[in-house]
């Protein structure tokens, strides 16, 4: 497996990860023995980069992952997220704590759900515009010397809020949605993780699966799956997206591979230190996605997709208008 490195602190993951969110929530029912099955696939296959936060489930991924990792810590880099609140009683309330109190006790509690020592890498998911980022960073800079975790991360931040962030502790990641339709960090996000040397992984390559081809109807969403709340993804948006899939689909006959595929190999030449991270919780899928590895764009391919698939083209935002709010903080 080919592997990338993230930031300049010496964090090296395989060129693909895996999202696990899936696993747990958002997408309608999931079958624990498969998601169980496929970590351990992607183990096999040298995909040692898995992804996790304490909000999916609540709780309930980390405690899958867990169970998947346990016996094998040495095979995997473990990525997990604190920040948003949510109570399990009613999960669709949710509220966002930065505060250093609130950053100990959620290191100690995914701790001991993912049954692990430390954390390889730890991100703040999203800022929390109440508490002075300096303060939060100073929190995890406290549990990396304490070895609880390695690697500090930040989820959906501002150019701002990053420069200020790294002057407390190196950042080794920034994670945000980036795809074929989601274009966004390039306009400022990319270069200023460079600039400061912090890795970038994107997360929602596929656009939540749509770019694969397999979304035809809304119908096709399971009644409980998050999407259907999301404009894109809904009526007269729905339609204009779906064209675009189609583009995809077209040039992906071409290169020969899948719209998956495609999409993944896009991201992949965006630069080196870029890691995508797709969700599956099939172990067909995930083999699927690290064949995405071999595909060759060249110079004119990458030209003609990114003439496809300007920015801003996708109708619709890519979250709720509350959770937008939450989103470059």
Known sequence: MKTRTLGSQGLTVSALGLGCMGMSEFYGPGDE???????????????????????????KNEELV??????????????????FVRDPNNPQSRGVNGK?????ASCEGSLKRLAIDYIDLYYQHRVDKNTPIEETVGAMADLVHEGKIRHIGLS?????????????????????????????????????CRELGIGFVAYSPFARGFLTGQIKR???????????????YQGENFQKNLALV????????????????????????????IVPIPGTRKRTRLEENLKSLDV??????????????????????????????LVNG
């Open 33 to 59: 023995t498969e998601s169980i099955a496929t970590i351990h696939r992607a183990l096999e296959l040298g995909c040692n980069f898995l992804d996790t936060a304490d909000m999916y489930g609540p709780y």
């Open 66 to 83: 867990g169970r998947a990792i346990k016996g094998k810590r040495d095979q995997v880099v473990v990525a997990t997220k604190f920040g």
């Open 100 to 104: 250093p109190e609130y950053v100990r």
């Open 156 to 192: 959906e931040a501002s150019v701002k809020t990053l420069r200020r962030a790294a002057a407390v502790h190196p950042i080794t990641a920034l994670q945000t949605e980036y795809s074929l339709w989601t274009r966004d960090p390039e306009d400022e996000i990319l270069a200023a």
């Open 218 to 232: 809304f119908e096709d969403f399971a009644p409980d799956d998050f999407r259907r709340s999301i404009s894109r």
């Open 246 to 273: 189609k583009q995809v689909e077209e040039i992906a006959r071409e290169k020969n591979c899948t719209p998956s595929q495609l999409a993944l190999a896009w991201v992949f030449a965006q630069g080196e230190d």
């Open 296 to 325: 060759q764009l060249s110079a004119t391919d990458l030209r003609c997709m990114e003439e496809a698939f300007p920015k801003g083209i996708a109708a619709g935002d890519r979250y709720t208008e509350v959770g937008m709010r």
